[in-house]
């Protein structure tokens, strides 16, 4: 789960930079878009950031993205070997 883990630690990182804001000024806005439901769940921001700054992130899969907009978008196209699948 390394490169969800990346994807959270980028979004904290944008979240944390004073430098960055939203559109017209508005606080900014980070969707991070896993393909696999199972991924989204298994990296939770929780501890990472305040609640404040935790509601700039929402976590989607991308059908569950379909209608939402962000000022940053980190898509994740790595899948996860889960051991408890089987192809």
Not at 30 to 43: C, D, G, K, M, P
Not at 44 to 61: C, E, F, H, P, Y
């Amino acid at each position: 789960m390394a490169h969800l883990k990346y994807a959270c630690d980028l979004a904290i990182e944008a979240v944390n930079d004073a430098s960055l804001t939203g559109l017209n000024g508005k606080q900014k806005e980070i969707l991070i878009i896993s393909f696999y439901t199972a991924e989204v769940h298994q990296r939770v921001l929780n501890g990472d950031l305040s609640r404040d700054k935790r509601s700039q992130i929402a976590l989607r899969t991308v059908d569950g993205s379909q209608g939402f907009s962000a000022d940053l978008v980190i898509v994740d196209f790595v899948q996860a070997f889960l051991p408890w699948h089987h192809l």
